[in-house]
């Protein structure tokens, strides 16, 4: 009985014994396999403890690496649930004091339970570091007999303990531990050894590729000089040359837009002997101005201006935006532009240049150290050719006039007789020229004024002899000129000049005294009627449309009439007053005609005195304001009030209208000027934030001076700025210029809001809105009285309110006067108003009891 008990032990031993074995062939074997299948430290850490989690119960896990040099432990892997490393980890004494210590120094596998800790404690080999574990399993890491680290497990937990067989398994995988560790790291380093071979191979590789461009750039360079140095042997005219130029610099640099720029020997012009451009033709010759070319001859080196050293430039006036001459209004700017100064002896031949109009193709740096390289050669080249070319010209000129000295000689008597032919042609033509217009072909003012005079001097021998002057001017032919260019704008005044001949008898004359001005002097009338009936004529042929640059374009005529009478003495006198009754022609509403009557003499007298009077209140400050209240019919509140200028005379009473008068006289700004004077003086006295709207004259855009004076004006007064809208009307603000447009953006840094007024009186130019910064658009009182028997302006209103949310404007509309359209402009959701109807709504009161209202 008692052997069969001990052979049953010794049976149990054995399984156990083999069971050890197939646990640590097993931990062994996945150990192998993670050995050679990572590469990277920071994943082989996780894996071994992810492997001795497998074989026993190991979350509170970590591998510690042991520097005897420095008696160190440093920590590659850390995982408890008791003592988590945070920040930079426990020091390297918790290890040293610890049972880590203590294995490390023994160099012997420990299984340690708490009695064992405590006879450890107690004898003073260990120190107690951080939370007390149940159990504690830690074997040392060795290669040799040399130390290099602690393998550890450990439990908190009471209800499991470690056995010798655990201490046995973590022996045996830690021992191959170190195997595998030395077969990763050097599985990483020669990776990293792999890594570092291949980057420096890549690296010379693109060396290599980048000294093979470089040579075959050299090599494409040094052909190209060869090239150009070779033009100017060949027997080429000068088209051919600057086409082989051309021709060489596109194999250096893509040049698909390039041109060439010489000045004149007064160095004050600019031709251009080539120019290829995918949107512009070549343009003729010109003086100097702001452009780019010029900008290359100010500095004197070679340029790369890209988008934003483009906007730079601009910004500090060193060049201007100019549409070149001839090119289509939708031609772009370039969007990369290259040039270089064509350099003979420091002194600036011309100039070079080449630019992408596309963003897909910026020039760099690169192209333009070769553009300077070369240039330097192509200057040279042209010089030749142009030296060549001159005396090549001096030579054909000197066989020329041999030739034709030899021929004179010939045939004297034959010339003498063909000189005084073209003398007398060229006589003929120096009169017609100075007699005149160049453009129209019409007779010009020095003509004109003569046949006026011998009209006078007729009609004195002839007291039956009656006659007329018809003064014509044209209406919108600035905003032809400005907006479709000069060359439109003499096509439009040829077109004209054609309808105005075709309205006349062949012996009336039509004469252009100069601009859109033209006068006809109609002779041997038999009635006064008749000036009117041809005047009905010219008008109505003018207001025809014309097909201009594939635009149809609509204008009319103001035509102011003077019939001759006994009284006038002298043919000026007759031509002023026609040009006053065209000016009254004007202030009626244009397309029509006038007739200048004894009463608009009297009225230019009174104007004339009216002038001096305003000079004189502009001294004593004679103007006041009336303000007009400008209404949310939706939230039923006041938004502000619009204030308009008043002139209360002395003695010629209340003033209406008088803004023409004192534009014409030249104190309009300075009128303007005092008013916005009285409007911040008001707004300082009120500290509520109201709002008062103000309309001025384009002459404080127009006019450096003027819109100087309207600035310092304003930044002395930062603090209510925010309060005071100025506002331009829509057809001043369209015969501006982009220069003087650009005062807007200044007044609106300056804090002042901005309004758009009397929009919609003429085009509605949503350019206006979207360009620049207005608050408020403020709509025409007719467009206003349309919206209820016109649909398509109801719809357009629809979108000005869709515009005005997506530019953050608000709209007004102007000129309420009937409840009908305050309810229809409520409804479409324009809530913005003012009027006399919404002025009667609201109760009569100071403007300073109007500002409290504000609050």
């Known amino acids: ?99 880590t210590g203590y294995v490390a120094r023994t160099k012997q596998a420990l299984l340690c339970d708490e009695q064992m800790f405590a006879d450890l404690l107690a004898k003073g080999e260990i120190e107690v570091q951080g939370t007390l574990s149940h159990h504690w399993l830690g074997v040392p890491l060795t290669r040799g007999d040399q130390l290099i680290g602690v393998m550890v497990a450990q439990l908190y937990d009471n209800s499991r303990d470690y056995s010798r067989k655990d201490l046995e398994l973590l022996r045996a995988i830690a021992m191959h531990t170190v195997v595998a560790l030395d077969r990763v790291k050097s599985r990483e380093l020669l990776e990293q050894t792999v890594r570092e071979r291949t980057k420096q191979l890549q690296n010379t590789n693109q060396s290599l590729q980048r000294e093979i461009r470089e040579r075959v750039n050299a090599e494409k360079l040094q052909a190209a000089l060869y090239e150009i140095s070779e033009l100017t042997s060949n027997n080429s005219d000068t088209a051919s040359f600057y086409r082989q130029v051309h021709r060489i610099l596109c194999s250096l640099m893509p040049a698909e837009n390039c041109y060439i720029a010489l000045l004149d020997d007064s160095g004050k012009k600019l031709s251009f002997p080539f120019y290829v451009d995918q949107f512009s033709p070549p343009p003729q010759e010109r003086t100097l101005r702001k452009g780019f070319t010029e900008y290359v001859l100010r500095v004197g080196e070679a340029r ?42 420091q002194q600036a031949l011309g100039v070079i240049a080449v630019q992408s109009y596309d ?47 030899t ?29 005149h217009d160049m453009l129209t072909g019409l007779a010009n003012r020095q003509l004109f004024m003569v046949q006026l005079r011998q009209q006078f001097a007729l009609r004195n021998r002839e007291s039956n002899l009656n006659f007329s002057l018809l003064f014509i001017d044209l209406d919108r032919f600035k905003l032809i000129n400005d907006t479709m260019g000069h060359h439109a704008g003499d096509a439009f005044l040829i077109e004209i000049s054609k309808r105005i001949v075709a309205t006349v008898r062949e012996h009336d004359l039509v004469a252009r005294l100069g601009g859109d001005e033209f006068v006809v002097l109609l002779t041997q009338l038999t009635r006064n009627a008749d000036a009117e009936d041809v005047a009905d004529r010219i008008i109505e042929a003018v207001r025809q449309p014309m097909q201009l640059q594939g635009q149809q374009l609509y204008s009319g005529a103001s035509v102011g009439i003077a019939n001759y009478h006994p009284d006038y003495t002298s043919a000026d006198a007759l031509l002023r007053d026609a040009d006053a009754a065209m000016y009254q022609a004007k202030a009626l509403g244009r397309n029509r ?213 997506q530019f953050k404007f608000r709209l007004i509309a102007d000129g309420v006067d009937d409840a009908a359209i305050q309810a229809l402009l409520v409804e479409h959701g324009c809530c913005y108003m003012q009027g006399p109807l919404v002025e009667k709504q609201q109760a009569a009161k100071e403007p300073s009891v109007f500002l409290q209202q504000l609050a």
């Not at 934003?308 to 001459?325: K, N, T, W, Y």
Request: with cysteine; charged share 20%; hydrophobic share 40%.
């Open 407 to 435: 021929r004179e000689l010939r045939q004297t008597n034959l010339f003498l007789r063909l000189q005084v032919e073209e003398r007398k042609k060229a006589e003929e033509k120096l009169f017609h020229e100075a007699n």
């Open 1 to 99: 009985m008692k052997n069969g008990q001990n052979r049953l032990r010794r049976l149990e031993q054995l399984i156990e014994r083999y069971r050890l074995a197939q646990s640590v062939q097993l931990a062994l074997l996945n150990l192998s396999e993670l050995a050679g299948t990572l590469s990277d430290m920071n994943e082989f850490y996780p894996a071994i403890h992810s492997l001795v989690n497998k074989h026993l119960a190991a979350d509170n896990f970590y591998v510690v690496l042991y520097d005897a040099q420095y008696n160190h432990f440093s920590v590659e892997y850390y995982a408890d649930e008791k003592d988590p490393i945070e920040g930079s980890g426990f020091a390297s004494e918790v290890f040293l004091h610890g049972l």
């Open 593 to 805: 005609f006038v007739i200048f009557t004894d009463s608009m003499r009297m009225q230019l007298l009174q104007e004339l005195s009216l002038e001096q009077a305003l000079h004189q209140a502009v001294q004593d400050r004679q103007f006041s304001v009336q303000y007009q209240p400008i209404v949310c019919s939706e939230k039923t509140h006041i938004l502000g009030y619009s204030a308009a200028m008043c002139w209360s005379h002395p003695q010629l009473g209340s003033q209406e209208e008088f803004d023409r008068y004192a534009s014409e006289a030249g104190v309009l700004p300075q009128i303007e000027l005092q008013i916005i004077e009285q409007l911040i003086d008001q707004l300082l006295a009120e500290p509520q934030p109201a709002l008062i709207s103000m309309r001025l004259s384009s002459q404080h855009l127009q006019s450096p001076v003027q819109f100087e004076r309207l600035s310092k004006l304003l930044q002395q007064h930062h603090s209510v700025l925010h309060r005071l809208c100025l506002g331009f009307a829509e057809y001043d603000l369209l015969k501006l210029s982009g220069s003087a447009l650009s005062h807007l953006h200044q007044l609106k840094r300056l804090g002042v809001r901005l309004s758009l007024d009397n929009f919609g009186a003429e085009f509605m130019p949503l350019g206006l809105l979207s360009q620049y910064p207005f608050d408020f658009a403020r709509l025409e009182p007719l467009f206003c009285r349309g919206l209820i028997k016109q649909p398509q302006k109801r719809q357009l209103l629809d979108v000005l309110l869709t515009l005005s949310h």
């Open 304 to 345: 790369l201006i890209n988008g934003e050293l483009s906007d730079q430039l601009v910004a500090l006036g060193e060049v201007l935006r100019i549409v070149p001459d001839q090119s289509p209004s939708t031609a772009p700017f370039s969007r990369s532009w290259l040039g270089a100064p064509l350099l003979i002896d």
């Open 359 to 405: 963003d897909s193709y910026l020039y760099s740096d690169n192209e333009l150290n070769v553009l300077k390289f070369v240039s330097q050669h192509i200057a040279v080249a042209i010089q030749r050719k142009l030296n060549i070319d001159q005396q090549k010209q001096h030579q054909e000129d000197l066989e020329r006039k041999i030739f034709e000295r």
